[in-house]
T-cell receptor
């Protein structure tokens, strides 16, 4: 079946540091890939997405590129802020399926 | 309106109570979902409604009863819950293209902010 593997957290960075959160997936066909962010006490917000190979999703300074050859969708940001502290979920959705398959989530804490 | 609205935000209920969670969206999305999320875990799918019909039930216990009265509303009726059912319950919606049964094109989920449920 489909699966998503994220790097283990928690991740703690200083403000303005570079962020990478690794995500790899297993799925048949050509899934769509997503990053969701969950701030404390809130629901999930779609951060970015990519629907085909080599697509780059970007939003709020975050980027991720759909790499089919390595089945990866790593999240990056050049300079994190304290306000980026949250849990980040990588997810996929295979073409005909309605449900999302989530990774385990990565807790990010950014210190001032 | 680009939001999914869930009420209440917090709910405490006893094991003999009956309560309902509500979810509303006005984006014209024809697929709606209930997810359950335990602390420090990813959301787990419970139910999917497509065009107001239940299309997926992930073997959820019958003490959880979903209802979709119309294309904008989704309810989750709760009865005789257990303390282990305490969690954040998330509603989501997504747009679908094509008619019923014709295959789904996915435009992304919009999640609500959730109802934090505590069963005592």
């Amino acid at each position: 079946g489909d699966s998503v593997t994220q790097m283990e957290g928690p991740v703690t960075l200083s403000e303005e540091a570079f962020l990478t959160i690794n995500c790899t997936y297993t799925a048949t066909g050509y899934p769509s890939l997503f990053w969701y962010v969950q701030y404390p006490g809130e629901g999930l917000q779609l951060l970015l997405k990519a629907t085909k190979a080599d697509d780059k999703g970007s939003n709020k300074g975050f980027e991720a590129t759909y790499r089919k050859e390595t089945t990866s969708f790593h999240l990056e940001k050049g300079s994190v802020q304290v306000s980026d502290s949250a849990v980040y979920f990588c997810a996929l959705r295979r073409g005909s399926a309605r449900q999302l398959t989530f990774g385990s989530g990565t807790q990010l804490t950014v210190l001032p | 309106d680009t939001e999914v609205t869930q009420t209440p935000k917090h709910l405490v209920m006893g094991m003999t109570n009956k309560k309902s969670l509500k979810c509303e969206q006005h984006m014209g999305h024809r697929a709606m979902y209930w997810y359950k999320q335990k602390a420090k875990k990813p959301p787990e799918l419970m139910f999917v409604y497509s065009y107001e019909k239940l299309s997926i039930n992930e073997s959820v216990p019958s003490r959880f009863s979903p209802e979709c009265p119309n294309s904008s509303l989704l309810n989750l009726h709760l009865h005789a819950l257990q303390p282990e059912d305490s969690a954040l319950y998330l509603c989501a919606s997504s747009q679908e293209r094509g008619g019923q049964g014709s295959g789904v094109s996915f435009y992304g989920y919009t999640f609500g902010s959730g109802t934090r449920l505590t069963v005592v």
